[in-house]
């Protein structure tokens, strides 16, 4: 990968060849009129699409056949790269003889495989891969158009990366199971951030709701919490001595805690705490502390943070104290 | 035919800087700095490669021409060095370029924002012109460097070096241009433009690739980019790179002769506008920039309803090579920063395709290319959904006319 990568050529040299034919003699570009679609029997869809990023767009005609929801006819508009118009025409193939419920099951991954020459060589360039997004796109659009519904209401699962599919659920799942660290290694187990890379940091080609980095790092907190959750719920014989204790002992006893299961866990994020102060108030023991180094501008330090550090409290000292950060 | 109108990504090597190099490969092989003739036997060519090299820019002899790898480092070079020199010891902490330099020049400027380094980005005008006073108001007490394009390479628009350059010298501050896209296609005058230092690349002149330079005027503190050996006063160390420098100069004496410049001017010039109006007959086209103070070789074209990628598709299959900014073409597939800094609606953003000549075409190329440019237009927008359905002026422009 890296020798290949350091002699790289033009990117035209990866697109298939039916990539190519496809660009230089579309086979369903144009448009249907209403006449033409009654002519068939048919409900004339327009559908738009447009990817505003990449600047590129494409409309969808459908003419699909009352009574029976099939797609009769099907052409399409583009303004795009050679990859927008190729695989516009396919998807616009792809489409047409199946039912508008059939239709909307196309998704960009089958139109990419359907321009290989061999099944296991990609049709495009990894960073073209967006290119055939907007083409399952617009067929959300155009059978949303059809059944009077919200194209979003077809997806259920709320993807990251579009190009190689892969859902959030799938991707938190995949992290936690593997007990995946980088980027690198989502790519190596998903292929979600393998292809445009537009979803693994802000930036980039496409801008997201939610990216790669962001979703690994708040998974990671998350399975940090669980696991000091799951410590502090291991039983402790002294718990119920805690109230009894004189302050020193109970600085010494929450000093004993901090010591064994929090700093450990904050210390891995650049990040400490240190003990304040201790007050009893109204039968509860408030814990002050303060958070040092990362911790003093986490923006978990004020939730998921503190949540774990008080429950970790309670768990081993005693269910009253409530930690207050200054 | 073959018509290749690419020339600010890089020219053809000139027929007889090719015959001055060809001497240092298996003849004339010496490592200069050594102590014997074998070597000494290349230092006559050297010598008359850095008049040439001289001669072309008006240096100075005091001054200082840097042979470079090329014009990016050049440009690292002086960006990297006015941080080690003067911001690293807490004298000053901001720099100003503008939006529209090369990568060169502002991914080395994003390198040093991140080391703590204040960057001013200056927006240019709606011609694609950096204004003067921009710079004037930029600079503060703790600015340490301006650099500023020479010509754009996108545009070819030319930027106020010598007024820039004045002011500059005005408010002490040190002034830095890269010249890579105006050597051999405007006259470059280095004193009568008040820079401090120059950067360019000699494949941009039809020189060879791989071998640059940057002019240091005489006095100016800059630390060495390369430690090592002592070649080139210790100022960039490293076994000197003889049949590149011998061809830099020829190609610089070639491409920066009055009779040259007027060349480029006139017959360039006359090729590149016959190509331009051709273009504007085309209903809904616009040329970036107006022709005043733009380099004769370049003409930036926005076509409406042509996405840039595809267009260079089809002209390519037709043997023409052209470039393009749409963020599809690029690897990163970020949109070009030129056609953004415009703030045109964002599909012009999309549709630019550059054009630019070098004194190797000829007028039946461009005869034949805006043939084939017709043609790819006429097929490209039967198929786009973006000409068919949106509002259009019908009526092509100079931009900004």
């Known amino acids: ?326 | 035919m073959q018509v290749y109108l690419d020339n600010n990504a890089t020219t053809k090597v000139d027929e007889k800087v090719f015959e001055e190099m060809q001497p240092f490969f298996c003849e004339l092989y010496g490592n200069p700095n050594s102590l014997h003739s074998v070597g000494s036997a290349t230092h006559p060519k050297i010598a008359e490669a850095f008049d040439f090299l001289y001669e072309g820019i008006n240096a100075d002899d005091e001054d200082d021409i840097i042979i470079t790898a090329n014009a990016t480092e050049a440009n690292n070079w002086v960006v990297k060095s006015v941080w080690l020199d003067q911001i690293l010891d807490g004298e000053k902490n901001h720099i100003i370029t503008s939006e529209v330099e090369h990568p060169a020049i502002t991914a080395a400027c994003n390198y040093l924002e991140k080391k703590g380094v204040d960057v001013t980005y200056l927006t240019v005008n709606e011609e694609g012109v950096l204004e003067a006073d921009a710079v004037r108001d930029a600079i503060r007490e703790d600015t340490a460097l301006v650099s500023v394009m020479w010509a754009n390479n996108e545009t070819g628009k030319l930027f106020p070096i010598k007024e820039i350059g004045a002011i500059c010298k005005e408010k002490g501050v040190l002034f830095h241009s890269d010249a890579t896209q105006a050597i051999g296609k405007v006259k470059v005058d280095v004193q009568d433009a008040n820079v401090d230092m120059i950067s360019f690349s000699a494949h941009k002149f039809h020189g060879p690739k791989g071998v640059g330079g940057l002019y240091i005027k005489k006095g100016v503190q800059l630390s060495p980019y390369m430690h090592g050996g002592e070649q080139m006063d210790g100022r960039r160390a490293g076994t000197l790179d003889v049949a590149s420098i011998v061809g830099m100069g020829k190609a610089m004496q070639l491409a920066t002769n009055t009779m040259a410049l007027a060349y480029e001017q006139n017959h360039v010039g006359m090729l590149r506008d016959k190509l331009e109006k051709a273009i504007l007959k085309i209903p809904d086209t616009i040329v970036i920039g107006d022709r005043e103070n733009r380099t004769p070789n370049t003409t930036l074209i926005s076509i409406r309803g042509v996405e840039g990628e595809s267009m260079l598709w089809d002209l390519n299959k037709n043997g023409i090579s052209a470039s393009t900014g749409s963020a599809c073409a690029s690897e990163d597939l970020e949109a070009n920063p030129v056609m953004n800094a415009f703030g045109s609606d964002s599909e012009l953003a999309h549709t630019g395709i550059r054009f630019s000549l070098s004194r190797f075409n000829t007028e039946e190329q461009i005869d034949y290319a805006i043939e084939k440019i017709k043609e790819a237009v006429e097929r490209l927008r039967s198929i786009s959904s973006s000409y068919a359905y949106t509002p259009k002026n019908h009526v092509s422009q100079l931009e900004h006319n």
């Open chain 1, 1 to 326: 990968m890296a020798k290949a990568s350091l002699v790289s050529g033009s990117i035209w040299d990866e697109y298939s060849n039916i990539v190519v034919d496809r660009m230089n003699n579309p086979q369903h570009q144009g448009h249907i009129t209403e006449e033409e679609a009654e002519a068939m029997n048919a409900t004339l869809i327009v559908a738009d699409f447009g990817a505003e990023s990449c600047g590129d767009a494409v409309r969808l005609y459908w003419a699909v056949e009352n009574g029976t929801d099939k797609i009769v006819a099907s052409k399409f508009k583009s303004f795009g790269c050679g990859t927008a118009i190729a695989s516009s025409d396919i998807m616009t193939e792809l489409c047409m003889g199946k039912t508008v419920d059939e239709a909307v099951k196309i998704t960009n991954i089958d139109v990419e495989k359907a321009m290989r020459d061999t099944p296991d060589v990609p049709a495009v360039p990894p960073q073209k891969m967006h290119c055939s997004v907007m083409a399952y796109d617009v067929i959300k659009k155009a059978a949303a158009t059809y059944k009077g519904v919200d194209a979003e209401s077809f997806e259920e699962e709320f993807i990251i990366c579009e190009c190689a599919r892969v859902s959030q659920d799938t991707l938190v799942d995949v992290i936690k199971i593997n007990d995946l660290k980088t980027i690198e290694e989502i790519i190596d187990f998903t292929k979600a951030g393998g292809f445009c890379k537009s979803c693994i940091k802000a930036g980039g080609h496409e801008a997201k709701d939610i990216y790669l980095e962001d979703l690994l790092k708040e998974t990671r907190e998350e399975m940090e919490r669980e696991r000091l959750t799951t410590m502090a719920n291991a039983p402790k014989e002294d718990k119920a001595d805690f109230a009894s204790m004189s302050m020193v002992q109970k600085t010494r006893a929450i000093d004993a805690v901090v010591e064994e299961y929090v700093r450990p866990m904050l210390i891995m994020d650049g990040g400490d705490m240190e003990l304040v102060d201790i007050k009893e108030e109204n039968g509860n023991f408030d814990v002050y502390i303060k958070y040092l180094g990362a911790c003093s501008t986490c923006s978990t330090g004020s939730t998921g943070t503190l949540y774990a550090i008080e429950s970790t409290l309670k768990q081993n000292l005693d269910d009253r104290i409530r930690v207050i950060t200054l």
